[in-house]
T-cell receptor
Framework: AQTVTQSQPEMSVQEAETVTLSCTYD???????LFWYKQPPSRQMILVIR??????QNATENRFSVNFQKAAKSFSLKISDSQLGDAAMYFC???????????????FGTGTRLAVRP | ETGVTQTPRHLVMGMTNKKSLKCEQH?????MYWYKQSAKKPLELMFV???????ENNSVPSRFSPECPNSSHLFLHLHTLQPEDSALYLC?????????????FGPGTRLTVT
């Protein structure tokens, strides 16, 4: 079974600075997707960024980028030029590309709470 | 707000009560999901519906009973719950099932079982 580990329960960053959130995962599969989700205090979870495992190039979405290290099974999220609105819980998630192994299941980590200091 | 709404936003119920959670999506999606989010635990997938047919039941106790009357609506019927069932229940939808399709989440229902 796949597992996702976020070892940082809480992080803090100064506004305009850069912060990196860590995520590691365990899988025996070669084809899968990785995601970072953001859950602000209002509780509506939104997708921040997605990475397909077959792509070597790291995904980027504006100020958000990932460092995907497939061999190390690491998938960290970097937030540049942090803004107050970035304060939220961030969840790393894994999804198999194989229906047989896990159906339609997203496996989540326990989350990292990010605080942004003004 | 995304196109996924959930009602009620907060619910307090006794262990002998029967209540229902409602989810509605306005995105034209064909797949809908129920997740349970407990404090300091990963989100847990409970049920998946595709085109109104349940395609996954992730070993959820029978005191949780889902219903999907059409592709826009999803319910979670609750009865004889336990205090450990207190959690945030999130609904999500996607165009189709499968990893290539982004899931859009609702704001959740905060359930407290007394």
């Amino acid at each position: 079974a796949q597992t996702v580990t976020q070892s940082q329960p809480e992080m803090s960053v100064q506004e305009a600075e850069t912060v990196t959130l860590s995520c590691t995962y365990d899988t025996s599969e070669s084809d899968y997707y990785l995601f970072w989700y953001k859950q602000p205090p209002s509780r509506q979870m939104i997708l921040v960024i997605r990475q397909e495992a077959y792509k070597q190039q790291n995904a980027t979405e504006n100020r958000f980028s990932v460092n995907f290290q497939k061999a190390a099974k690491s998938f960290s999220l970097k937030i540049s030029d942090s803004q107050l609105g970035d304060a939220a819980m961030y969840f790393c998630a894994y999804r198999s590309d194989s229906w047989k192994s896990s159906g339609d299941k997203l496996t989540f980590g326990t989350g990292t709470r990010l605080a942004v200091r003004p | 707000e995304t196109g996924v709404t959930q009602t009620p936003r907060h619910l307090v119920m006794g262990m002998t009560n029967k209540k229902s959670l409602k989810c509605e999506q306005h995105l034209g999606h064909n797949a809908m999901y129920w997740y349970k989010q407990s404090a300091k635990k990963p989100l847990e997938l409970m049920f998946v519906y595709s085109l109104e047919e349940r395609v996954e039941n992730n070993s959820v106790p029978s005191r949780f009973s889902p219903e999907c009357p059409n592709s826009s609506h999803l319910f979670l019927h609750l009865h004889t719950l336990q205090p450990e069932d207190s959690a945030l229940y999130l609904c999500a939808s996607s165009l189709r099932t499968g990893p290539a399709y982004e899931q859009y989440f609702g704001p959740g229902t905060r359930l407290t079982v007394t």
